[in-house]
């Protein structure tokens, strides 16, 4: 009886702890997309679209999406899984659509100031996490409609979904942390911002990476 109550006290406090995390990365990702807004002002000039455009795309939109497969933070608990799947690939496609357009004012903006493309490690990343993104939304069309798994069990192509999106994920986020140090963001925060700005996304990685690996594992030992 005793180890009972024990294991049930454990198992609450572990759920309280999930549910806290998941509540903080939906705080965060508001938060830190709502900060660049007001940084960047969106309209003001064709670069502003490009630090608003991302931080939607890859701060707000992505993590809304995989949280929405939380068991302890989700906005959608109450909805059956096919349509938290439709849900999910619904808000990769904005993720997606909003990463291109930031990518496309960036290009237009050195394009007009007669500047370099892709000469930074931001940069660089940066066309690489929207490339992955694009491919990774593309690929999960047999996840929505069965029909084209043609063949492919779609168990497995959910795990290495779950296993790919983790990683563009981070991709995601090592972009965005490097777009910190860029002379733009640094020139228009303080020291007190820039930190807050990158334990933000460093929080957010490290929410999410918890929850997928957690969530990937544990099908795995059931499947066992």
Known sequence: MVFNKENGSELRIYAWIRTASAVLSHC????????????????????????????????????EAILIFSPYGSLLKKFSHKTKGRIHWFLQVLCVSCAVLGLAAIVYNKHLNGKPHFTSWHGLLGLLTVCVVGLQSVAALPLVYHSLAKGWSVAKLKRYHTATGLVTYLLGSASLLLGLSSAWFTGSVGEYGWYLSALCCALNALIIMNQVSSGYTSKKRLQS
């Open 28 to 63: 965060l990702c508001v938060v830190f997309t709502v900060f660049v807004a007001v940084l960047s002002r969106p309209g003001t000039s064709w670069f502003s679209w490009h630090p608003f455009l991302m931080t939607l795309a890859f701060s707000f939109f992505m993590t």
